[in-house]
């Protein structure tokens, strides 16, 4: 008799899974009825990895379904990697995830698997068998059972104490006229897709629009130019450039028609010196990915990113709050800034913070300091997995759709012991920053400017077609041959060549 664990990676694990539907927005019953072979393949090695390809192959219009099945396939890979350090050839498939037919389809190929009928409850049952076996009797408590211990963890200085270290920004939305000149301004996320309407002679923001993308970029950037058209109620504008930032930036700024698609690092930095022209040090948390950027002059020189950990991001926040505690994303920051005693989480790994929550939810820690201790620890990921030992400057401003919460920037004041500053609208800088890159490209001459119908754009449709593979130019080509079936691929084209010229 053996006992095998996997490792505390969460890739292979049901609650991996529903947070994925989450994030494309389908339900099990959507993924059960999934009945093609084909499937995405999908990195099976860390949570972060999985993630990213999933939302990849979304902003690259992938089917839904073929992800879904990729998802299933890299669960069943995880219990088969336990299949062959045991050496079993019979398999009991016990738990939630024996609802899980995309993973079942999978295992099925490969192992003799049983689901009994009480598989969801299975652990339970065992236990009401063993009681009726063994006599089990009433426990009758003689005293006090439960006695108190101190905590596990060491503690943060209050959140509520660093607020005054923080300077909030304000710029309100100007009221839209008739023949306003504008410019579009779309940032398109991972988890959030957001627009905005500047307007030419002022740079005021007349409306904007702030959604999920729940994997589908396109239908999301829709969704954000109805809701522009909504309100602006009848008012008519005359938009004279587009411009997209943001993950899903090529495959709308091929949707928008528009040549102004340009990366999230030059849009957030254009955003936060127009704010403060002295800034030199941006702190960029969004949903899936944080970014650090130095500027001098106004002007980006450095950069990085979180390259294999979510732990420093907002969707990992959103998750383990409403998973572990069932916080909604709206209420972190008030129940976190009401915390007197922080407990200081791990800021290694997702996974490693998971289970620092679940230990201080057994210890009887509130939610208030629960919620606190995840504030300071995606902060803590931030500055030693994104910034590193990178240098901070005299002025940070930070950015993205997590500084509505309150107690973000003041955790990392609290940690940096420098003034922070949030701009007006954070989650809204990475549009409004590529609608100033569009405005100074037209005045510079690098950029025509043309006239856009925000009704036409939201009512374009789209066909999905087949894939390709790019054969690469005639001389030098940034394709470089990575696999065998592209080396392949690329002696049959160099063939077909050679036959053409005799």
């Known amino acids: 008799m053996g006992i095998y664990t996997g490792s505390k990676c969460a890739s292979g694990t049901g609650e991996f899974f529903l947070q994925q539907l989450k994030r494309m927005d389908v339900s099990l019953d959507f993924a059960n009825s999934i009945e093609v072979d084909e499937c995405y393949e999908l990195s099976s090695r860390c949570t972060v990895f999985c993630k990213s390809d999933c939302t990849h192959a979304l902003n690259k219009c992938v089917p839904k379904e073929l ?165 602006l109620k009848g008012i008519n504008l005359r938009i004279i450039g587009v411009g997209i930032t943001g993950s899903g930036r090529k495959v709308v700024g091929l949707y928008s028609q528009t040549n102004a698609v340009y990366n999230e690092i030059t849009a957030h930095a254009r955003a936060a010196a127009y704010f403060d022209p002295e800034v030199d040090t941006i702190f960029e948390i969004g949903g899936q990915d944080a970014k650090y950027t130095y500027l001098v002059n106004r002007v980006p020189t450095d950069y990085s990113m979180n390259e294999a950990c979510s732990a420093g991001t907002g969707s990992f926040l959103e998750e383990a709050t409403k998973e572990s505690l069932e916080v909604h994303y709206l209420d972190i920051g008030d129940l976190a800034l009401g915390s007197e005693n922080p407990p200081n989480f791990s800021d290694q790994c997702a996974a490693f913070i998971s289970s620092d929550v679940k230990t201080a939810i057994h210890e009887g820690l509130s939610r208030e300091d629960i919620c606190a201790g995840l504030v300071y620890s995606i902060c803590m990921n931030y500055l030693n997995r994104v910034k590193g030992n990178r240098p901070v400057g005299k002025k940070i401003i930070m950015q993205g759709g997590v500084c509505y919460n309150r107690a973000v920037p003041a955790a990392m004041a609290a940690l940096t012991g420098k003034r922070i500053v949030i701009p007006p609208h954070p989650g809204l800088m990475g549009a409004y920053g590529v609608a100033l890159i569009v405005k100074e490209n037209i005045k510079q001459g690098f950029l025509k400017p043309s006239n856009f119908d925000l009704r036409e754009l939201a009512n374009r449709e789209v066909q999905y077609k087949g894939t390709f593979i790019c054969p690469g130019g005639k001389k030098s080509c940034d394709k470089k041959m990575q696999d065998k079936d592209y080396r392949d691929k690329r002696q049959e084209i160099s063939l077909w060549r050679s036959l053409q010229s005799l």
């Open 67 to 231: 992800i879904l099945n990729g998802l299933g396939k890299v669960m069943a890979e995880k219990i088969m990697e336990l299949v062959h350090k045991s050496g079993v050839k019979k398999i009991m498939l016990v738990g939630g995830t024996a609802r899980n037919k995309v993973m079942v389809k999978h295992l099925l190929k490969r192992i003799d698997l049983v689901i009994p009928d009480e598989a969801l409850f299975f652990e339970a049952f065992g236990a009401h068998v063993w009681g009726k076996r063994n006599s089990a009797f009433a426990f009758k408590a003689q005293g006090t059972i439960f006695v108190e211990s101190p905590s596990s963890f060491s503690r943060h200085a209050p959140l509520k104490k660093f607020l005054d270290m923080v300077e909030f920004k304000k710029m309100n939305f100007e009221k839209a006229q008739n023949g306003n000149d504008c410019i579009l301004g779309v940032d398109v996320g991972s988890t959030t897709t957001k627009a905005v309407l500047v307007r030419l002679r002022d740079n005021a923001i007349l409306t904007s629009s702030y959604l999920r993308t729940l994997g589908d970029p396109i239908n999301a950037v829709k969704n954000c130019y109805n809701e522009l058209i909504k309100q």
